[in-house]
């Protein structure tokens, strides 16, 4: 993985943006030596979003079992209750 300045980043904006779409390689951009954004291969974003996905999936199932498992609060209570806060 390469690290690139975000001022070298627009000089060479063409060749590396060719780097990392054909070559499949990552490039991280820096901004006063922090680490601030990322370029990454389509393919490399694609199983990034699968994995969020599988992820809010995962997230939702476990709300539903704990809601049957626990019981669900109304919205009307819920809204009750912020009014005493």
Do not use: C
């Not at 627009?10 to 054909?22: G, P």
């Not at 390689?25 to 901004?31: I, K, L, S, Y």
């Amino acid at each position: 993985m390469s690290k690139y300045s975000s001022g070298k980043i627009r000089e060479n904006f063409s060749e590396l943006l060719n780097q990392v779409a054909y070559g499949k390689e990552r490039v991280v951009v820096t901004r006063r030596g922090k680490q601030v954004a990322a370029l990454i291969p389509m393919d490399d974003l694609a199983l990034l979003e699968k994995m969020e996905n599988k992820t809010d999936i995962d997230d939702a199932r476990k709300g539903i079992a704990d809601a049957k498992k626990q019981g669900a609060v109304s919205w009307d209570s819920i809204k009750k209750e912020r009014r005493h806060k």
